[in-house]
């Protein structure tokens, strides 16, 4: 729904379902519902989650007309697709699997395609649009210099095949057409930093001559062509668990011309550690009903002198609890917006009002996805029913912006 400015919508990876007809019925079941709690009668924007088995079925001509009717008959848009899981995302161990296949494959790269092509026959006329995906891939799979200079090779020259395609819309059909790169803990690229390594080391030498040679362009407007299609998902829980301060990140990506795409409103879990190791039972104790097999949740711990370390999931965390020198830890878990404490934990809640001032001030983009996407693994005591949980966030955002 658009509300001043902006476009704000929930992702629809909070609901099970890997075929098109079973993501279809979930929008025709719930987004009747959460516009029943918000009293919502202007356009409603749907942040869409298709697998790559689903868009396989949906960009069957007579089943993209249907879903286009739907929208229309429903009120209906969508300005953004989360391309990041590409297979199962609920009801099954995910954890890593989540980056497979990852962006060295053509699999990855088809599947992202297709949903471009969906993208550009349903997005709205007057809006550009956008698609999320994976940090190219879980850094833990490319253990030695040859295997991380393979991987970002062949995912640059699969990003530029995206990157032409797009120009080529943006120069037949005038649509504004970006690929959002979302960095994550233990992704590939994981931080600013290495966002900003990856443009300037990997993406713009690789992309820039073939922009030139197919189509005839400045090697300069060739870098602008990439950056703009090339944006930022800028996960705000994925910022916050790597402790990093949004004001100094939103700067260096302006200075360096990176764009942001959307503004993914997610919140991580935060503990702070006693230094009494002997107090520090009443925070395992809080953390353990937060350990589940579905996902990772990689920890950050920082120490007095604010250098960081990395678990690679909470349990691995856990184990260091009772005697790590460690003050703070932050949990890649994707915790409700709307709740700042969780008895002896809290939640970077501050992070995303931060952000949310910071694009309000400098309007940095219109799109703003709240992802929440782990309901059914959150411990009993925070469930409330699906619709009115995605209607509370949403409204938690609008009382914010």
């Not at 020259?157 to 080529?168: G, P, R, S």
């Not at 713009?204 to 001559?209: D, K, L």
């Not at 189509?215 to 870098?223: E, H, K, L, R, T």
Request: net charge negative.
């Amino acid at each position: 729904m658009q509300i001043a400015d902006f476009h704000l919508t929930y992702c629809t990876n909070i609901h099970p379902g890997e075929s098109w007809d079973a993501t279809f019925e979930n929008l025709k079941e719930y987004i009747p519902k959460i516009k029943g709690e918000l009293s919502v009668t202007e356009a409603f924007a749907i942040g869409l989650r298709v697998s790559d088995e689903a868009s396989k079925t949906l960009i069957k001509p007579e089943r993209l007309a249907e879903f286009k009717s739907w929208l229309k008959d429903n009120n209906c848009y969508v300005f953004t697709f989360n391309g990041f899981p590409f297979g199962g995302f609920h009801r099954q161990v995910v954890k890593d699997e989540v980056h497979f296949p990852d962006w060295s494959s053509t699999a990855r790269k088809d599947y992202t395609l297709r949903l471009f092509k969906i993208l550009a026959a349903i997005m709205p006329a007057n809006l550009d649009a956008g698609i999320s995906t994976s940090p190219l891939s879980y850094k833990h799979w490319h253990k030695s210099t040859e295997a991380m200079k393979a991987l970002m090779d062949q995912s640059c020259a699969h990003i530029m095949e995206v990157v032409e395609q797009l120009y080529q819309l943006k120069l037949d059909q005038n649509l504004d057409l970006h690929l959002d790169i979302e960095p994550e803990p233990d992704g590939v690229i994981e931080d600013s930093k290495g966002l900003v390594d990856f443009y300037n080391d990997w993406l713009i030498p690789a992309g820039i001559p073939l922009l030139v040679e197919k189509f005839g362009v400045s090697p300069q407007v060739a870098a602008s062509v990439i950056k703009d299609h090339v944006r930022v998902c800028y996960d705000v829980c994925h910022f916050a668990v790597g402790y990093e301060n949004h004001e100094e990140v939103l700067n260096t990506f302006k200075d360096e011309g990176i764009k942001i795409g959307k503004f993914q409103l997610s919140a991580a879990l935060k503990a702070a550690i006693p230094a009494q190791k002997d107090k520090r039972k009443p925070v395992e104790k809080a953390l353990l009903p937060f350990v589940e097999s579905t996902y990772l949740h990689q920890v950050v711990g920082k120490m007095e002198d604010n250098s960081l370390h990395a678990y690679p999931d909470l349990p691995d965390a856990l184990v260091d609890l009772a005697t790590t020198n460690e003050v703070e830890w932050r949990v890649h878990f994707h915790v409700p917006l709307f709740l700042a404490t969780y008895g002896h934990l809290q939640s970077t809640q501050e992070d995303i009002l931060s952000v949310l001032k910071l694009n309000g001030e400098r309007k940095l983009t219109s799109h703003l996805e709240v992802e929440t996407y782990t309901w059914e693994v959150l411990p009993e005591d925070i469930h409330l029913s699906l619709d009115q949980s995605i209607a509370r966030e949403l409204n938690w955002v609008k009382s914010n912006i």
